[in-house]
């Protein structure tokens, strides 16, 4: 069974840059085909995808926001880290983990984390 | 990129039908689509692919067998048939787009269903 579980601060400050940690039980980042990403929702808005990265560290991000964006991997810990660089208030929004699996041509989100909530206010 | 749309809300009696659309911007026609069921307070969990030919692969974990795909056309459908209580959820539909350094996933905007 994946889990996936995300972590890092509840409020953070406008222009500071956000951390945030998935760590993941259940999948190994060393495997072929894995790849883990971050998944974005604005209280009462839509889903935004954000980032993305595989087990052979090839790494995608959404155009809108790539330029503050860095997706990263410590597989011995089982966690990926997503940094968003000068955080603004329109920035406030649930952050969720997900599994992407490439192989087999079955690669939707699927499971996702719980999720955590970043408030950016001053 | 496609934009993907969806209607705001639906509704349904207690074990009556729904059906949900999720409409692809011209061109995008043999694009697959992935529904996904969002609990109120809770993540998003994935619920099926869909594209013109039907569900693509097999239903995430739980999904019941009243729910089931059918796509046409630049639109994608989610049926729930015998609609429960625990049905009532947000429902997201989204998509790949592009490959490599290009690649994108594209969400709708979410549609509310209610069950009455």
């Known amino acids: 069974q994946i889990t996936l579980k995300e972590s890092g601060p509840t409020l953070v400050k406008p222009t500071q840059t956000l951390t945030l940690t998935c760590t993941f039980s259940?999948?190994?980042?060393?495997?072929?085909?894995?790849?883990v990403g971050w998944i974005r929702q604005p209280p009462g808005k839509a889903l935004e995808w954000l980032a993305l990265?595989?087990?052979?560290?090839?790494?995608r991000y959404s155009p809108s926001l790539k330029s503050r964006l860095t997706i990263t991997k410590d597989t011995s810990k089982n966690q990926v880290v997503l940094t968003m660089a000068n955080m603004d208030p329109v920035d406030t929004a649930t952050y969720y983990c997900?599994?992407?699996?490439?192989?087999?041509?079955?690669?939707?989100?699927?499971?996702w984390g719980q999720g955590t909530l970043v408030t950016v206010s001053s | 990129q496609p934009v993907l749309t969806q209607s705001p809300s639906a509704s349904a009696s207690l074990g009556a039908s729904v059906t949900l659309t999720c409409t692809l911007s011209?061109?995008?026609?043999?694009?697959?689509v992935d529904w996904y069921q969002q609990r109120p307070g809770k993540g998003p969990r994935f619920v099926m692919r869909?594209?013109?030919?039907?569900?693509?692969?097999s239903k995430g974990d739980g999904i019941p067998d009243r729910f089931s795909v059918l796509g046409s056309g630049l639109n994608r459908y989610l049926t729930i048939k015998n609609i429960q209580e625990e049905d009532e959820s947000d429902y997201h539909c989204?998509?790949?787009?592009?490959?490599?350094?290009?690649?994108?996933?594209?969400f709708g905007t979410g549609t509310k269903v209610t069950v009455l």
């Open positions: 997900v599994h992407r699996q490439l192989t087999g041509g079955y690669n939707w989100f699927d499971p």
């Open positions: 259940g999948l190994s980042l060393s495997t072929s085909g894995v790849g």
């Open positions: 990265i595989y087990w052979d560290d090839d790494k």
């Open positions: 011209s061109g995008y026609s043999n694009y697959k």
């Open positions: 869909v594209g013109t030919g039907g569900i693509v692969g």
């Open positions: 989204g998509a790949d787009h592009g490959s490599g350094s290009n690649f994108v996933y594209v």
